[in-house]
């Protein structure tokens, strides 16, 4: 690979080629002589990214070992993530895969979080700590090739990825409600739950919070039919709350009528940025109550009966104690996970790592977490900057809602369906926005 142009170089400047048929002829006639080859692995690409969402350690863990106990490592690795590389060697193969000499800064980021990861795997595992390789692999490397991956391709392709994603996020909130209204869930999971909180094909309730907000944020900002979009904004809403993912429904009663102000704002629909803010609050104030009176009513407040403090938030406070149990050497440079899990479950009584956060400090130690954390965020600040207003909350949203629980540190497709999306959705702005780009 490298830095250059597109996969199908532009031969006419801004407003310089032909239009209508004669530019489609001229575009097909200077297509690679692969292409067609290299589109329909795009396809089965899509369909890897498909089976990346959807099919989680539930169903896995019922062909392999994906997230149960021993095995190898290429078990721990999901089969779609094998299916996206090999298509990513067909279409180089075909047609050659290039970076856009604008996007550097992305490439930049990306590269900078793989590479101190692979660093740190490799120490991990010389040090007899490679517990946790499998897990980083699966989830943050790979899926950072991957993103590095759609860079190299037309931001048409880009878009398609994307938007694939935000589908398959709405097509899960109406399978939650199917589930909601059998009363059971319809899908293996990996992990018995002590109460019935639908979450569809991604598993955990809490995974539907960090995803169906940062999803209906993103969906907010796309130019389409105006139906459509209410339609899937209110699936992501409702998957939230009959979720019961808690903090999630607090947030999006503030966020989804912030995210559509902040929509109307950058339409320059006559709005000051004074009025925006104003008409922000008062949407806040109103829209946010009124949500949890309709949801109320509906029955979906039924986590809220124990107040929001009840089991399981204390769960994710109590299990801080457990730097009590471990030296200061421990927590600066790191110990081994299986450790961690034996003082959780004997000293503390609590079956699982609820925190990303204490995950990662025992992971990396202290200094690496820091390091990581930096380039994540810087990550996410690079991918969403310089297109719609609305890409950087739907970013905080991500990381805010992802960092009260153990969503980062756990194999669910979280971090990898939002880097697709945020990848695809700009892709999308940018081709709107008047950009000479296909």
């Not at 002829?25 to 990346?52: H, M, Q, S």
């Not at 589908?167 to 909601?180: A, D, K, Q």
């Not at 209110?234 to 912030?258: C, D, E, H, K, Y």
């Not at 503390?348 to 930096?374: K, R």
């Amino acid at each position: 690979m490298k830095i250059d142009g597109p996969i199908i170089a532009r031969t006419y400047g801004a407003g310089a080629g032909p239009s209508g048929s004669r530019a489609r002829a001229a575009d097909e006639a200077r297509l690679p002589r692969n292409y067609a080859i290299a589109k329909w692995t795009f396809v089965v690409f899509c369909i890897g990214i498909a089976i990346r969402v959807l099919i989680g350690d539930g169903i896995l863990n019922l062909v392999e070992r994906y997230t149960s106990d021993g095995g190898s490592l290429v078990e721990k690795i999901h089969p779609a993530i094998y299916l996206m590389f090999l298509c990513g060697f067909v279409i180089y193969v075909s047609v050659g895969l290039r970076f856009y000499e604008a996007e550097r800064d992305e490439i930049r980021a990306l590269l900078l979080l793989t590479g101190f990861l692979t660093a740190l795997g490799a120490i991990n595992i010389a040090l007899g700590r490679g517990s946790s390789a499998g897990y980083v692999i699966d989830t943050y490397i790979a899926t950072l090739l991957i993103g590095m991956l759609l860079y190299a391709m037309p931001h048409s392709w880009r878009e398609k990825a994307g938007l694939l994603v935000i589908g398959l996020i709405v097509f899960n909130s109406g399978f939650m409600m199917l589930e909601f209204g059998v009363g059971h869930v319809l899908l293996p999971q990996a992990l018995e739950a002590a109460e019935f909180r639908p979450s569809g094909f991604l598993g955990t309730p809490l995974t539907v919070g960090v995803l169906n907000l940062s999803t209906a944020v993103l969906l907010i900002s796309l130019r389409m039919n105006a139906l459509l979009k209410a339609a899937g904004v209110m699936l992501l809403a409702i998957g939230i709350f009959i979720a019961g993912a808690r903090t999630a429904m607090l947030v999006s009663s503030v966020i989804i009528p912030t995210a559509l102000v902040l929509a109307a704002y950058q339409r320059k629909e006559g709005m000051s940025a004074g009025v925006t803010a104003v008409t922000i609050l008062l949407a806040a104030v109103i829209a946010g109550p009124l949500i949890f009176i309709v949801a109320s009513e509906l029955g979906f407040l039924a986590r809220f009966q124990g107040g929001y403090l009840d089991d399981s938030a204390q769960t994710r406070i109590e299990i801080y104690r457990v730097f009590d149990y471990v030296s200061w050497n421990e927590i600066l440079f790191g110990s081994d996970l299986l450790n961690l899990k034996r003082i959780v479950n004997d000293k503390l009584g609590i079956q699982f790592i609820e925190s990303a956060i204490v995950f990662f400090i025992f992971d990396m130690g202290l200094f690496g977490f820091l390091i990581f954390f930096g380039l994540l965020l810087w990550l996410l600040h690079v991918l969403s900057r310089r297109s719609h207003i609305l890409l950087p909350l739907a970013m905080l949203c991500f990381l805010g809602l992802a960092l009260t629980n153990n969503t980062l540190s756990t194999k669910v497709p979280s971090f990898f369906a939002v880097i697709v999306m945020i990848v695809g959705v700009r892709a999308f702005h940018l081709r709107r926005d008047g950009s000479n780009i296909i």
